[in-house]
């Protein structure tokens, strides 16, 4: 009943993408033992794992655009939003709005993409992030998979901002700016 997120030091730091934190759950467990949990993404050791990364954190259309150490599947992060930048790991009885309305993660484009084993950045501003998200494929259209598991493309240039930023939080329609 727990969603996952970054692997983090007992400060609370966060070290290691929830990327790495699921791959035992994706059939990638001999990968996911070859990480060294108490370190960060960009450690000496960890670092040489990056070019590991699993075919399902790149776009298929996207192979040819972002460096194979890339993702342009990033969760989304911040105060109200599925990922918790204190690090709360979040349960079914969190999404107010329910499972189905509340987006994980987000397709960016490929000027946004980051390394798959680096924690995610913080969404300051949504109405931005909608913005930069739109460049993601022709027509304006971008991945979102929610979290009961199901993925959409969103039309970026249709879609109502607070519709957006209510889709972006668990709580029940609220629009909290993820600062």
């Known amino acids: 009943g727990v969603f996952p997120t970054d692997i983090r030091d007992p400060d609370g730091k966060p070290l290691l993408s929830w990327r790495v934190a699921i791959l035992p759950y994706i059939e990638e467990t001999q990968l996911y033992k070859k990480f060294r949990l108490t370190e960060p993404w960009d450690s000496p ?6 070019g590991e990364m699993p075919a399902c954190y ?8 972002n460096p194979a150490v890339m ?3 990033i969760a989304v992060n911040g105060r109200g939003f599925f990922l918790d ?18 987006i994980a993660i987000v397709e960016i484009p490929p000027s946004m993409a ?4 680096k ?9 931005a992030f909608l913005e930069a998200a739109s460049a993601s494929h ?3 259209l971008f991945g979102a998979g929610f979290a009961d598991a199901h993925v959409e493309l969103l039309p970026a240039g249709d ?5 957006f930023r209510a889709l972006l939080t668990i709580g029940a329609g609220d629009s909290t700016t993820g600062l």
């Open 138 to 140: 022709a027509g304006g």
């Open 85 to 102: 930048p204190q690090g709360k790991p979040r349960t079914f009885s969190d999404f107010k709005d329910g499972t189905s309305r509340s």
């Open 58 to 65: 790149r776009c298929p259309s996207r192979q040819q655009e």
């Open 119 to 127: 924690p995610d950045p913080l969404i300051g501003n949504p109405d």
């Open 71 to 73: 993702t342009s599947y």
């Open 114 to 117: 980051v390394e798959w084993t």
């Open 159 to 163: 879609l109502d901002k607070s519709l």
């Open 45 to 50: 050791h960890n670092i040489k794992l990056l």
